[in-house]
């Protein structure tokens, strides 16, 4: 990876990383904290060599493209990071989280434990959030009921998910998330605090 990676640290903004086990309902906190500051919050669309799910849209949950493509992207340095999945691979376009923090507007990331600890290595300032299940149990529950996998892959992702668990240690930050509402004001807590405490543009 390219040191280019260290100028994303802005004292006027921060990128801020949600990461968990598949299923853990990231998305749905995301959802929650853009709708509470649409205009404070960029949200970076991922990369997903999969197919869609069918309540997504190519450019709104995820940009959908071919294996071919997204080596490309690794193979042009545009991705800040990126990680294999059980089925597809994941990652971050580079320039629109550059550009959104070098405008001064706060970055927020929803990626998988690996494409976190390669934002740890490569943003200094980066605010990492773990997000947990309240059991093992009820992760399972929420990808059953999904619906989308069959149990093969849905065995896979709890593997993951055991060994994700492991690494919370690192984040910055964690929240369980046992109820959406409450789960998602901790984590816009944490935003608030991480700008109260960085210097004002000068």
């Excluded at 309902?25 to 869609?52: F, I, M």
């Excluded at 493209?65 to 999945?85: G, K, N, T």
């Excluded at 910055?172 to 109260?196: G, K, Y």
Aim: charge should be negative.
């Amino acid at each position: 990876m390219s040191s280019r990676s260290n100028r994303l640290a802005s004292p006027r903004a921060t990128l801020i990383v949600i990461a968990g086990p598949s299923g853990v309902g990231k998305g749905s906190v995301v959802r929650r904290l853009l709708e509470r500051d649409p205009d404070g919050l960029a949200y970076s669309v991922s990369v997903k060599t999969r197919a869609p799910r069918p309540d997504e849209s190519h450019g709104r949950e995820y940009y959908f493209i071919s294996e071919d493509e997204f080596d490309r992207m690794v193979r042009d340095d545009e991705l800040l990071e990126w990680a294999p999945f059980v089925d597809h691979r994941s990652g971050t376009p580079r320039r629109f989280v550059e550009r959104s923090l070098e405008s001064g507007r706060d970055v927020i990331l929803e990626i998988d434990v690996k494409g976190a600890e390669q934002v740890r290595q490569r943003v200094k300032d980066a605010v990492l959030v773990f997000l947990a299940p309240p059991s093992m149990g009820e992760l399972e529950r929420r990808l059953r009921g999904r619906g989308t996998e069959d149990d093969e892959r849905i065995a896979k992702r709890l593997e993951t998910a055991e060994w994700e668990m492991t690494q919370r240690g690192w984040f910055d930050h964690e929240v369980v998330n046992d109820d959406l509402v409450h789960a998602s004001e901790q984590v816009a807590a944490i935003i608030d605090a991480s700008r109260a405490g960085r210097p004002a543009a000068g």
